[in-house]
């Protein structure tokens, strides 16, 4: 049973967003997902040519997701910024389900 998914993406490498997308798009549409809360780490944040999380969410298109609760939080792995709110969320949205 899968409760919650969580996506890390790097947002210091803009070239990859659109593949990025593709990918988060299938990942969507998988049966097994359906309906589980999605979090989007917008990590690498530390770095000064890193993507603000806002233009992140618009390049990968994440308003057009309307099936699941989801969220985008900026992060950095390297300082934990970010890490533990989007912790946070991830235990606030977790949906047990029946099989
Ligand atoms: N500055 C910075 N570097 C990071 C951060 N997170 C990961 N890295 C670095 O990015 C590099 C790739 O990290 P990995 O954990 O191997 O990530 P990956 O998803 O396997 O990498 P790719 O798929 O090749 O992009 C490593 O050198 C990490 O130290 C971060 O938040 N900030």
Known sequence: MLIHS???IDSSDRKRF???SLELAELLEEEKLAGVPLLIF???QDLMTA???SELAESLNLHT???RMWQVQACSALTAE???DGMTW???NIKFRKK
């Open 82 to 84: 970010g890490v533990q």
């Open 6 to 8: 969580i996506y890390v």
């Open 42 to 44: 917008a990590n690498k």
């Open 51 to 53: 993507s603000p999380a």
């Open 90 to 92: 991830v235990c606030r």
């Open 18 to 20: 659109e593949e990025t």
């Open 65 to 67: 997701i309307r099936d």
